[in-house]
């Protein structure tokens, strides 16, 4: 009778025990509600696309591809079952090869294997699981010269690169390491082409399957190609990072080679190498929370893999990689909702919820979602407008979409990308007469200044994509503003595609070169929109840093007639095709006249970095003569036909009395400002500092210097910059006192936004108005002030308050 070979459980049947006992405690979390956020707003329409249209994918610039739905599914169709299944997948595959690579290279190492493992599954997201299978599989390759090794890393890098374009990048950047070296080494030139051909091959067949076009396929990897380029310039956030933590984890990194002697353990590092820089650009350049723990999550990859193919381990193998970690760990530690970040140690549950409690587990998400997505339902009258044309939104929020069901006619960037002036340019016909949706739901997005022009990352809206906007505004109409059901200030408009455009084509009418931190007068115009573009150079080192770290955030103040001074960020790749100047519109969701621009500043954190000299090249844009909304008879009143773009009226509102303190100069309303600093300001030089449990510089008007007629109902409208940290507490707070009659005595507060502190130049900006009914015959006082009542200072600056006469 043969004997049973034990040998053989040992090899493999324990090793997929090991690998169901780690998939099982640290199966990742399944998430498929929809919000209203950018990110949500994506996922909703890539999985739109590939459940209705998948041919749509074809022409996408877009960094997400037709997979998409895997890694981020919505309750649509059976998406969420197969994203379920392919994580299942995914990780199974990530962890048997992983424990059977440790097996490989030294039996007795198996329990530290599995610790390892199970670590790196813990923290991993699918991500992370495609990218290691890649991996794993060329040190396997490594070990025994299996061309299949070859092949499942390239189909799991063909995977990675259809569902998101960075997954893809970086597996294959691991592979062409691989190959590349072979051929250096062993001069074989005819295997390096089969490996070619594999590669080859495995990106190319799931594109024929799911675009049945090889001319689609190479499309949509140029798409990618165009993206890949622009994607540190134009989404970078600038943290304020601690550089010595960052310079010593970066000397770490380099001398590892040099501290492990181990030639496994060296030959996984130059594999990985570039993997490891491809990661760190793109992870430091959008630099939030999520992106930045993906970072110390390719740490534990990279380097636990390591460890796994040493040949002998050694304490300097795991100490460096744990220094290392933990610098990364403290440089975050001081970034907003660190602590909101919990690390889950057991995710059973995750794992039951997924198989054994499905049906219940999908219907509490497809509720949740269709509650997030409410307040963006539109009436009756809107949908009969709109009836079966087609339409789009801008920039984003595609919930209006999902929730009226609407018949959506997506853009080849699916959403709002500003990545760069060549995809803007390509892209902005999307919205021209021959190929625009018929209807257009142009949406508010907050932005610092209180306002509901706001884009990403503390810029304008209409600076973002100079083209786009202008084909937009040139070839669409208003019709009526949407209100949300919740929130009267995230409403939107509602524009129809025109017969034929508005505008005349932009004229250049003067150019100039000015310096950095200097107001410059804008040449004047009075009706139609004015643009400038800018373009400046960079000093070698400063383009260094932008190809390995990042570029510096770079500013734009517009200073308005009424002396109102508003900052935001601008990217100096799409500024080269005009930035918004004037009119300046604030907040289209308020009945008032756009506001006219008296000048505008350009600044940056480091002015040495670049050319001294900014050359300006100004455009204007008419209106043509023949268009309806055109009325010759008001063209002496500013800008009247440009604010009928968003809807306005030509009345605006006046304010009884506005005062500023702008701590650079006070006027006599205000008491004086105390702990001035020059260190940190909003707008100008200075700002002041509220100490702890202290107040502020107080507004003090008496009601009798106000008005001596008979209205006793007035309006105080007051707005603040802020710069509070995580643990700061303050309001911004307006009364109303009468020593004769307390009862009398009113109060109205708002507290004042925490910053976030991975973003450098983070100024939370609040505004409150209240409506005060004063007794006749009373003689009160009008105080507005800020009231630190926490234990941390923090600054504020251009504290403005103006009053405001109801009849």
């Known amino acids: 009778m043969k004997k049973f070979n034990l040998s053989i459980l040992n090899k493999y049947y324990i090793t997929i025990l090991l690998s169901f006992i780690i998939l099982i405690i640290a199966f990742p979390e399944s998430n498929f509600n929809y919000e209203s956020s950018y990110d949500g707003s994506a996922y909703w329409g890539l999985n739109y696309l590939f459940n209705n249209d998948i041919t749509l994918f074809n022409n996408l610039l877009f960094p997400w591809g037709p997979l998409s739905f895997l890694k981020v599914p919505v309750v649509m169709g059976n998406h969420v079952i197969y994203s379920i299944y392919f994580k299942l997948l995914s990780w199974f ?15 007795n190492r198996n329990p530290f294997t599995f610790i390892i493992v199970l670590t790196m ?6 991500d992370h699981a495609i990218i290691t299978i890649a991996i794993v599989s060329i040190l396997h390759f490594n070990l025994n010269r299996h061309w299949g090794w070859i092949l499942l890393a390239a189909i799991s890098a063909s995977l990675g690169i259809y569902i998101k374009a960075s997954i893809g990048i970086i597996a294959l950047s691991v592979i062409f390491s691989q190959i590349i070296f072979d051929l250096f080494y062993f001069k074989k030139y005819k295997q390096f082409l089969i490996y070619i051909l594999i590669i080859t091959s495995a990106l190319l067949l799931p594109g024929l399957i799911l675009f049945h076009s090889i001319t689609a396929i190479f499309t949509y990897h140029y798409n990618i190609i165009q993206l890949s380029f ?39 590092y130059w594999i990985m190498f570039i993997a490891f820089l491809l990661n760190w650009k793109y992870c430091i350049s959008r630099e939030d929370p999520p992106h930045y723990s993906s970072i110390y999550s390719f740490i534990i990859l990279g380097f636990g893999l390591i460890t796994i193919f040493a040949g002998k381990i050694r304490i300097r193998q795991i100490l460096v990689p744990t220094i290392i970690f933990s610098l990364f760990y403290l440089n975050m530690s001081f970034f907003h909702d660190f602590n909101v970040r919990q690390m889950e140690y057991n995710k059973v549950n995750h794992f039951y919820n997924s198989f054994f409690n499905f049906s219940d587990f999908e219907k509490t998400f497809l509720l949740s979602s269709n509650n997030n997505k409410s307040e963006f339902v539109l009436d009756s009258a809107d949908l009969q407008k709109i009836s079966n044309h087609s339409i789009d939104v801008y920039p984003w929020n595609l919930a209006y979409i999902s929730k009226n069901n609407l018949k959506w006619k997506p853009g080849r960037q699916l959403l709002f990308l500003a990545y760069s002036p060549e995809i803007d340019k390509e892209t902005a016909s999307d919205f021209s007469i021959a190929n625009g949706p018929e209807y257009l739901i142009f949406h508010s997005v907050e932005n610092r200044n209180g306002g509901t022009m706001g ?9 973002d994509e100079p083209n786009t906007i202008f084909e937009i505004l040139n070839n ?34 003067k150019t100039e070169n000015v310096s950095w931190n200097t107001w410059i007068t804008i040449p004047k115009i009075v009706d139609g929109i004015e643009r400038v573009k800018i373009n400046f150079s960079k000093s070698f ?87 309806n909304s055109l009325d010759t008879g008001s063209i002496q009143i500013p800008f009247y036909n440009s604010s009928k773009l968003f809807g306005k009226d030509n009345s605006e509102p006046k304010p009884f009395l506005t005062s500023i303190n702008d701590i650079d100069e006070t006027d006599s309303l205000w008491t004086p400002n105390t702990n001035i600093v020059s260190s940190v300001s909003y707008t100008g030089e200075y700002s002041s500092i509220v100490l702890k449990n202290n107040y502020s510089s107080t507004f003090i008007l008496k009601y009798t210097d106000l008005t001596k007629d008979t ?28 020593d004769s009659d307390s009862k009398s005595n009113l109060y109205s507060s708002i507290a004042l936004p925490n910053v976030k502190k991975y973003i450098l130049d983070n100024w939370g900006f609040s505004q409150l108005s209240f409506e005060i009914d004063i007794p006749k015959n009373h003689k009160g006082i009008i105080k507005v002030y800020i009231w630190n009542y926490g234990n941390v200072d923090f600054n504020f600056d251009d504290f403005e308050v103006s009053i405001y006469k109801t009849q």
């Open 93 to 107: 595959t990530f962890i048997y090869l992983t424990l059977l690579l440790g097996k490989k290279t030294d039996v």
């Open 121 to 126: 599954a813990l923290f991993f997201q699918i």
């Open 230 to 268: 622009s994607y540190s310039g134009s989404q970078s956030l600038f943290s304020e990072n601690n550089m010595f933590i960052v310079f010593f984890i970066i000397i770490l990194f380099v001398l590892f080679p040099v501290i492990v002697k181990d030639n496994n353990a060296r030959k996984a």
């Open 455 to 463: 884009s990403l990352d503390n810029r304008y809206m209409l600076s």
């Open 476 to 509: 669409y109409l208003f019709v009526k503003e949407i209100p949300n059901t919740k929130n009267s200030r995230y409403g939107a408009i509602l524009f129809k595609k025109c017969k034929s455009s508005k505008f005349e084509k932009p004229k250049s009418v």
């Open 541 to 627: 080192f400063q383009k260094l840093k932008s190809f390995f770290y990042k570029d510096q955030p770079y500013f734009i103040e517009y200073k308005l007639l009424n002396g109102k001074i508003f900052r935001f960020n601008f990217s100096p790749e799409t500024a080269t095709e005009g930035i918004w100047v004037s009119p300046y519109f604030n907040d289209f969701m308020t009945n008032v006249i756009a506001n006219q621009v008296q000048a505008i500043r350009f600044s940056c954190i480091n002015s040495r970095a670049v050319s001294s000299q900014i050359k300006l090249e100004w455009q204007q844009i008419y209106f043509k003569n023949n268009i």
């Open 711 to 738: 209205t006793n109902k007035i309006i105080v409208y007051a707005s603040v910059f802020s710069n509070l940290p995580d643990n700061a507490n303050g309001s911004l707070v307006i009364s109303y006192e009468d």
